[in-house]
């Protein structure tokens, strides 16, 4: 049966298909096979160049014949071999000519095919098939639906040079996910493909360098195993190096660099190692030039921000080198200004790639300023630097998006630019704005950004509360994402931090007591951290403590102690522990917990734990209970006086822990529990 494209596109062919084309498909139906030879040979001849001529073809039924004259044993080599020739050049149309060719089972026809011996014909086999996987509208995996196709294309590899550029080229293009790059591993790829790095043939060094970087990337088991290949006496990473001389094609330059840095990332080369540091971090800057093509600067600056983003001293390095920070300012003069018709190439040429040099300079910038304050005040003083970021916050493309707000958050790290640019430049607007309708990886990196905003030495963390963000980041804390749920409440957490008693009330009221309750038993540590912290920062001052105690005060006593009594790591337990201190600190609080023995026994038990942390944030809690309002400025109005208080303690046995505690070897648990034995003889 003839494989039909989509109705629309068929109609129009369909009127357009001539006698001439239905010749060409009817001789593959001859009985003679001379003919029908002559008939492919026929064919193919046509069908080069001519995009209209495959279509027809297509339409008219003649991938299936092909594909079964292929597969058929009784078929001669040579029309077998012309049959693959034709499909292959039937896939180098358009791309519904490869749709319909998929939707013909054209791949697992192919693949079968191969078995046969004949060099030419596996040749001709691969390089179709080279042609359709390459494709976007290919779903690769078709590759990986039987078992046995992998382990066949290591064992065709090294037949001719012409199945080694094939099949690295084949491997390159279907190497997407962790899983590929399981199967290639397991399968021998490293062993199969690093001989062909010393090849004579360029087509063949490059498609195998190509395998090596889509291999490495993200995967510490390949970048181990490649960092001890010896080939022809060398280790692998010096061949890399190699690859990165000056004299060599900048594409060799630039693969060959994101190998290294995919290694280095993955741990297996240290990135203080020269490799790194002398070689492929300059062959990286050096790629961001003018002097190469637009794509090519898109690819080293992004493979740069990858490489630099955990590592401080590469940062400093790079930011010195070949006056980076102000070369990546010209990313955001594409496109040119034109003037003439005869530019109109070029215009469309810096169009198709503005967006993407965007994208990668935002993303460097991020990379280069997370860490250090000089990097980041030289980022902020190229040229329009912050007036670009505001811009690229609102860009058409998710893409720019994204990296612009990458940037900010980077650069959001930094007291100064929260005190001048940010404040000069009201980024807490287009920042509002892009929390208001965005995908979950935009609102991440927005909401971040929008923590480091709201701490308190923060300029714009007033206005950012006057435009009603307590609802917005309330919201944040229902979403599924985690990293959403711990970033809203983070938000919430500054907000609060010496905030007045009207925000408190608002962020409890907004959040809601049931929301507040339910994420003190998230399952992800990071939010039950975090909501503890905004506990903590709503639970200071003390008429603040006293009142929302007095509202919320059953509650958060028994989500403290279910707290202290699961299955949590030490530094949940230390900040529970601080908020039970703060609410000791309360006037009228501070009976919530005089009043449970089975919490004091709780506090006994932690100034006594192993871990200092804890002893010292048990004592303070202590500390708190027993002090002597009557020899400060505090106004008591708890049920217990202090003597009350301190009586009960001392018959519970606190002041034997206490003046244990006065030998501990720590400097601040010593001094806390002097202070607290004080009391006492006061």
Avoid at 211 to 225: D, G, I, K, R
Avoid at 316 to 343: E, N
Avoid at 440 to 456: G, I, K, P, Q, R
Avoid at 477 to 496: C, F, K, Q, Y
Wanted: hydrophobic share 40%; proline share 4%; aromatic share 4%.
């Amino acid at each position: 049966m003839a494989c039909l494209l989509e109705a629309p596109l068929r109609i129009s062919v369909l009127s357009e298909v001539t006698a001439t084309s239905r010749h060409y498909v009817d001789r593959l139906f001859d009985p003679d096979p001379q003919k029908v030879l002559q008939g492919v040979i026929d064919m193919k001849n046509a069908v080069i160049g001519n995009n209209k001529q495959k279509a027809n073809l297509i339409v008219l039924g003649a991938v299936p014949r092909l594909l079964y004259l292929l597969q058929q044993g009784s078929s001669s080599e040579e029309l077998r071999t012309e049959c693959a020739v034709v499909l292959g050049s039937l896939a180098m149309g358009t791309e519904n000519n490869i749709k319909s060719l998929v939707d013909c089972h054209l791949i697992p026809a192919l693949l079968q095919a191969l078995v046969f011996p004949d060099l030419i014909f596996i040749e001709a086999c691969l390089r179709c098939l080279r042609t359709v996987l390459i494709s976007p509208v290919t779903p690769v995996q078709l590759l990986y639906t039987d078992p046995t196709v992998v382990p066949h294309l290591m064992s065709l590899m090294n037949q001719s040079l012409r199945t080694q550029e094939y099949t690295t080229q084949i491997i390159f293009h279907c190497c997407k996910t962790p899983e590929h790059q399981t199967v290639l591993f397991n399968h021998g790829a490293i062993q199969n493909i690093a001989p062909l790095l010393i090849s004579t043939s360029y087509k063949v060094r490059i498609q195998a360098l190509k395998c090596f970087s889509v291999l490495a990337y993200e995967n510490t088991q390949v970048s181990l195993t490649l960092v001890n290949v010896i080939v022809n006496g060398e280790l692998l990473s010096s061949i890399f190096v190699r690859m990165m001389q000056r004299d060599k094609p900048i594409e060799m330059q630039l693969t060959a660099a994101k190998c290294l840095t995919y290694m280095c990332r993955a741990g297996a080369i240290r990135t203080d190692d020269c490799c790194i540091v002398l070689k492929t971090l300059p062959c990286l800057v050096r790629m961001c030039s003018k002097e190469h093509l637009l794509e090519q600067r898109v690819e080293g600056a992004e493979t740069l921000a990858f490489l630099l983003e955990p590592d401080v001293e590469l940062q400093r390095i790079a930011s010195i080198t070949d006056q980076l920070v102000a070369m990546l300012a010209d990313y955001f003069k594409y496109p040119s200004s034109v003037s003439t018709i005869t530019d109109i190439k070029r215009l469309d040429h810096d169009l198709k790639h503005a967006h993407e040099l965007r994208q990668a300079a935002f993303k460097l910038y991020a990379s280069l300023g997370s860490n250090d304050e000089d990097i980041r005040k030289k980022i902020t003083e190229t040229e329009n630097m912050m007036d670009r970021i505001v811009s690229g916050l609102s860009e058409s493309s998710i893409k720019v998006r994204l990296a612009a707000v990458r940037c900010l958050h980077s650069l959001s790290r930094s007291v100064q630019q929260l005190r001048t640019s940010f404040h000069d430049h009201a980024v807490w607007k287009p920042l509002m704005k892009l929390l208001q309708n965005a995908p979950d990886e935009v609102l991440v990196m927005a909401s971040s950004t929008l923590c480091n905003l709201l701490l308190e030495f923060s300029p714009s963390k007033e206005p950012i509360l006057e435009s009603g963000v307590i609802d917005l980041l309330c919201s944040l804390t229902h979403s599924e994402s985690p990293a959403l749920r711990v970033n809203g409440i983070w938000a919430l957490m500054n907000m609060a931090f010496q905030g007045d008693q009207k925000v408190k009330m608002e962020i409890l009221q907004s959040l809601g007591t049931e929301q507040l309750f339910c994420l003190l038993s998230d399952t992800d540590p990071n939010v039950l951290m975090k909501t503890l912290g905004l506990l903590r920062n709503l639970l200071s001052t003390r008429p603040h403590i006293d009142q929302i105690m007095s509202t919320h005060g059953k509650q958060i006593m028994q989500a403290v102690t279910l707290i202290l009594e699961g299955d949590h790591s030490m530094e949940i337990k230390e900040q529970t522990i601080c908020i039970l201190a703060n609410i000791a600190d309360g006037s009228t609080a501070k009976d919530l917990i005089m009043t449970n023995d089975d919490m004091l026994q709780k506090m006994k038990y932690y100034m006594g734990h192993s871990n200092v942390k804890l002893q010292l944030a048990a004592t303070y809690c202590i500390s708190n209970l027993i002090w002597n309002e009557e020899d400060g400025n505090y106004c008591c109005v708890s049920n217990l006086s202090s003597q009350a208080r301190q009586d009960k303690l001392r018959e519970m046995g606190f002041v034997d822990v206490l003046h244990k505690l006065t030998q501990a070897l720590d400097p601040n648990l010593c001094d806390r529990a002097k202070t607290a034995m004080q009391q006492y003889l006061a």
